[in-house]
Structure formats: C-alpha cells, structure tokens
C-alpha cells in the first residue's frame, strides 16, 4: 500500500514559491540576437587581422607593401567596435579618443554617431580637448587608471550639454585613450552587463591600439632596414666604380715601375739616365700612393666622414683625364666634349671632384642606350664654373626630379633596364656642396638626363 500524505502536512509543491519568467516580447528577442551576431562579427573580423598579419610574418622586405593595408584592416576593426557599443546601447555617439601622457590631450582617431553632422561636429570639438576637462578633475583620471568606468556631472561643452559615459582604455596600467559615450538629453540606465560589454569593448580597442602601435614600430624597423640595405648596395656599387677606374692607373704604374727596374738592373745607364729612369720610377710611386690615399679616402666617403683637402688644380684637366678613363671602361657609347676656352684654376679638393665626375659619368654609361652620346661641358658663368653631363637614356619624370639626390633613394623605372638611379649621387650632392657649389637634374622620360653642378672660382 503506497504510504498517504499525513493530514495536516503541506506539500513540498504547495510550499514553494514559484516566481514566474520575465516575459521577452520576440521584437526584443530579436534585437538581443542581432546584438550578439554583431558582437561575435566584430571579434571574428579582429581574429581573422591577427591571424592574417601572423601569417604574413615571413619576408621582412615585403611586410612593406602590406602597410596600406595593414592600416585600412586597422581602421575597419575599429571602426567596428566603436559600432558596437552604438548598435546595443542606444546611445547617440561613441568615440575612441588617444591620450597623449606629455600634453593630456584627446585625439579622436574614430567617431561614430546617428547622424554624419554630428559625427563632424565632436571631431571637431574632441580635436585637442582637455582630458581633465572632459572627466571633471585630477581625481575623476587617477579613477580612469583604476579601470572604472566615469559618469561625469560636469560637460565638456557648455552649449551643448549631455550624459556621458567615459571607459578607461588600458594596457598594463598605462592610459592609452578612452571610450566616450554619449546619450545627449536622456540619462542612461546600465545594467551590469552593458557596464562589463563597455569594458570588454575598452580592452579590445586597446588590444587593437597596441597592435596598431607594434605595426607602426616594426613598419620604422623595416623601413630603417631597407635604407641600411640600400646604402651598403650604393657603398659597394661606389667602391666598384671607383676600383675600376683606379685599376687601370694601378697596372699603368705598376708596369712602369717593373719596366724602370729591369731597364736599371739588365742595361749599364750613363748617371743621367740613371736619374732620368729613377725620376720616373719616383713619379709612379707617388701615383701608387696618391691611389691608395684615394681608396682610404673612399672608405671614408662611404661612412660620411666627408673632409675636403683642397688645393689648386685645373677642373678641364680633370674632365678629360676622367672621360679618357670612361672611354676604356665603354665601346657602346660616344663622348662630346664641350669645354670653355679657359677656366680659371680652381681651389677645391681635386681627388672628391673627381668621384663626382666619375659618379656622374658611370650613370650616364649606365642609363644610356647602345650607341647613345654623352655630353661633357664646362663654361664659366659669374663667380662659378658650370659643368653639366648629358645622355639620352630613359629619364624620369618630374615629381622624381626632387629625389634623385636623396640619400639611399631608390627610382622605379616602367623601361626594365634599371630599377635603381642615382646611386652615388647623394655623396655627389655633399662633396659639391662642401665646394660651395650646387648641383641640379634636368630630365623627361625618352628624352635622357643633364646632371648639372657649380664650383665657386675663388677659395671664399
């Protein structure tokens, strides 16, 4: 027999309390879910950024072209965010303001609110604004380190005033931004959850911020390692040129010297031959040493240790000893001299002025085509002496003209014959303006590239 209930005794049923669910119109239902597909959307999109960017970490010279990019995904991501506490909050605008820790000033990197005038009108009045002014004192920012949310009494505007919301935007303890929410006329009622949905957002934007801080470092790094790069291609490529125009001054004096020396030791030499053959054999040593100076003086060069050691010497000299040089080192091209009359004889560094006309004339051989002329004047003009080397190789345009001689700059060119010009041509542009001088490109694509550079005739 089952055992009855004892008269008297209450149900366990009968004594609970059963407190009936909150009724959830669909219309609600729905939003909340909208919310939260959004909410998931924009940390799927962050995921997806990170996971791209880690798996595009290989070629250090290639993360370059991803810049613009990287900064666009950048933008987006944020762009989201601020979306988001928009979308569920029902508020009327959301900003993500940088701090700057030296100035405590706010700088508005994204704005979003109903309306585009009113996203224009708080950039514009959040440009440069006061964090103090816009939390209400020293206290209310020693709080915004401590992670807590802000619902300052006071207005950044006096002729617009609003409820706001202020989340601290933090990484390891250090005051990166914050999240500005405004609610205009109407007073915002949180919940617990809209508070923890505010700081979460704050933590993501500053996840985002610090990416955005660590791309921007690593963009200077590569940025600094391809200048090295470039430099250490521009000092080898002036070495070469300038070993291999040397070389033949090498060997010339060199042979002479072994040619003297059989001639003194297998011939009996009258005591003026002697002194004629010693004479000589004194004079290429000389030459040797002045070329070993001159590659000391390159290495120098090269590691921007420029120090001019100037002396009388005749510039036209110069252009012919260096183009007689040049005319060995091409068949493929035919040179034009155009030299004044007489110069005077200048004061400058001789050794220097000849890398310039070197420098100047490898890149005319350079960008010339088979067959091409390369035009070499000298004229005297006022208080200077203009030289000018012409070609008619591939050019550039314009807009290029201005960074020819910038240092380590590479030149794309649309030809396929070279993709770097002007290598040297920094160190031209030091060497002629320790002379006093200055130096110039005029150029057009098809039409080729004069190289222009002054000397002052006097020491002053």
Known sequence: MAQGKQWGQKSQEQGRRVTPAPLVSSGEAHNAEHRSLHGLRVLISMAEALIIESQGEGAIFSQSACAFQSSQSAAQLEH??????????????????????ETHL??????????PDHELLWQNRLQNASLNALVGGEERV???????????????????????????ILHRQQLLGVLLIDYGAGKPVLSSDDESLLLCVAHLASLLVEREHAQHERDEAISALQDANAKLTMTNHIKSTFVSFASHDLRAALGSIQSLSETLLHRDLRPMEVKEVATDIRGNAFRLKSLINDMVELDNLVKDHICLEPYWFDLNALINEVVARMRQHTQ?????????????????DREKLLLVLVTMLDNAIRYSPEGGVITVTSDLEDQFVHVSVGDQGIGMPAEKLDEVFANTKRLPSDTGMADEHGFGLSLVREIVLLHGGKVWVESAPGVGSIFHFTLRTTSE
């Open 106 to 115: 706010l700088h508005p990197t994204t704005i979003m609110s109903l309306t």
């Open 332 to 348: 493929r091209h035919t040179f034009q001299l155009q030299l004044a009359r007489a110069l005077p004889i200048l004061w400058g």
């Open 80 to 101: 989201g965010l601020v979306e988001l506490p928009l979308s569920m909050l029902d508020c009327d605008c959301v900003g993500v303001l940088l701090f700057d820790s």
């Open 142 to 168: 020693r709080q915004l380190y401590q992670n807590r949310i802000l619902k300052p009494d006071t207005t950044l505007f006096s002729d617009q005033p609003s409820y706001k919301l202020i989340v601290p």
